[in-house]
């Protein structure tokens, strides 16, 4: 696959190479520095020794004795070497080292002066490009410097003696050089290898990246069931990875909820519809009497019905999952809201010949008072209308610990273990019931479920045939001190 130049990849490897490039350099510059360092101390001291056996071949060809300056003062060691210099009276050639009469590299020189820089005494093999130091008006001055290939010790003393002792260091400069090349070579091959290692590592950090867009992309394209392959590493990208593959899930359930809300939504519609038109239809064909008009508009009437409680169930259902009422509503007294819807179906349940007991505790939660009352009025629709009558239906709501219990228990038919799981499913009916609720969307359930999980609580149903079943919610309460 060809990687674009403006790729995370490239980028990534551009800063590497960078920096990997500037701390080798780093590195070799220090390394050169510190051997150039040691050698050059090594010279130093070697030619400091050098200037120790100068001077004493030099004391050996002196004459012994004391001699006086202009001002009648004893001369020091130097003013004698100036004099005896200036006499012609040294001669130290037979006590050198042979370095110092040869000019091949590592040959030793020597080279004094007077005040006006005019050689007085210098060897044969001593360069012609030194310059000594100036004159101090008091003491000596020196110092130690490179000055072409050569190493010199440079001198100047109060009284007009000037002096440059060195050592060639040709062969010091070319294996520095060498040094110098070696690091280079080195240097760059690591870098190289460098290079190569960071494309590596460049490469398997960022395919975890390129995973997620692919998935990404895919999912865009319409694949809702791609997914990231999650690295066994349980590293940032692994969480990452993880987070965004229950971020599809959740996408595609809600996609596959949509899916089946629609399809389902336009099943329950075709029916009523479907009666709205062929009635229609059958009655425009010729002209009827009254009672087939009214008992026509009378199954219009039912169907129209039955399509507005559909609507308005629906237009709930969406409301609740599109979460637009969450646990952080108003504080209502929920027995408040559950003896209202009592009261509510008591007629019906008078009808049917159904009593209804309460037993309810003054509990708090926090929600809304219209979205708790559908849960009532739902859960206690449910048992009366699914009742075959002659029964009797308790409800209470109880205080435990942190939470509150609403639980609806009936006497009834009760539900199959088959059709349990799917009683919280919108538009499912249980096969006993279809009949008995022929006026109701079949999505009631669905809603309740909805509500509970929109306030953060729990709901699940304990049934068995012939015995009847108990709703049991689960909501979290609220106490005076959070009101």
């Known amino acids: 696959m060809k990687i674009p130049f403006y790729s995370l990849r490239w980028r990534l490897q551009v800063w590497y190479a960078v920096i990997l490039f500037l701390t080798i350099v780093a590195l070799c510059l220090t390394a050169f520095q510190l051997a ?43 003013e004698r070497f100036l004099n005896e210099i200036r006499n012609g009276s040294l001669d130290p050639s037979g006590d050198l080292d042979d370095a110092y009469l040869s000019s091949d590299p590592g040959f030793r020189f020597y080279l004094f002066a007077d005040t006006n820089g005019k050689a007085l005494l210098r060897s044969e093999n001593a360069p012609e490009q030194i310059e000594f130091l100036a004159i101090p008006e008091s003491g000596v001055s020196e110092d130690i410097q490179t000055i072409g290939e050569n190493r010199v010790i440079r001198k100047s003393f109060w009284f007009g003696l000037q002096s440059a002792i060195g050592t060639n260091i040709t062969t010091e400069v070319e294996e520095s050089q060498r040094f110098a090349w070696s690091l280079a070579i080195c240097g760059a091959a690591v870098w190289i290898v460098g290079l190569a290692g960071g494309w590596w590592l460049a490469g398997r950090a960022i395919r975890p990246v390129e ?14 069931s791609e997914r990231i392959s999650v690295s066994k590493r349980e590293d940032e990208l692994h ?6 593959n229950q971020t599809f899930d959740k996408i595609q359930d809600s996609m596959e909820r949509e899916r089946r809300f629609t399809a389902d939504a336009s099943h329950e519609l075709r029916t009523p519809v479907s009666i709205l038109l062929s009635e229609t239809q059958r009655m425009c064909k010729r002209t009827r009497t009254v009672p087939e008009y009214a008992e026509s508009m009378e199954v ?33 007294n929920l027995s408040e809201v559950v003896e209202g819807s009592v009261r509510d179906i008591l007629p019906l349940a008078t009808e049917r010949n159904i009593k209804i007991s309460t037993d309810c505790e003054l509990v708090h939660v926090r929600g809304s008072v219209s ?36 639980r609806v228990t009936d006497d ?28 109701h969307s079949g999505i009631g359930l669905a809603l309740v479920h909805s509500i509970v999980t929109n306030l953060r609580g729990n709901i699940w149903v304990a049934s068995q045939l012939g015995e009847g079943s108990t709703f049991t919610i689960v909501l979290p309460i ?6």
Not at 378 to 403: C, D
Not at 413 to 438: L, M, Q
Not at 478 to 483: G, L, M, Y
């Open 36 to 78: 150039w360092l040691s050698e050059s101390r090594r010279i130093d001291a070697t030619l400091m020794d050098s200037e120790r056996d100068l001077i004493r071949a030099f004391s050996r060809s002196r004459e012994s004795g004391v001699e006086k300056n202009s001002k009648g003062e004893n001369m020091s060691p130097p």
């Open 211 to 224: 995973s997620i867009s692919r998935a990404a992309n895919e999912i865009a394209d319409g694949n809702l």
């Open 239 to 244: 969480e990452l990875s993880r987070v965004l």
């Open 300 to 332: 219009c009437n039912d169907a129209a019905e039955r399509m507005r409680t559909l609507v308005e169930d629906l237009l709930l259902l969406a409301r609740q999952e599109n979460a637009q009422l969450r646990a952080e509503g108003e504080v209502v």
């Open 371 to 406: 979205s708790l009352a559908i849960l009532a009025n739902n859960l206690l629709s449910n048992a009366v209308l699914h009742h075959p009558g002659n029964g009797h239906v308790q409800v209470r709501v109880i205080e435990s610990g942190e939470e509150v219990i609403l």
């Open 412 to 439: 009834g038919n009760g539900i199959s273990p088959e059709d349990r799981p799917h009683i919280f499913k919108r538009f499912y009916r249980v096969e006993k019931s279809r009949t008995a609720s022929a006026k």
């Open 478 to 483: 609220v106490r005076k001190t959070e009101r």
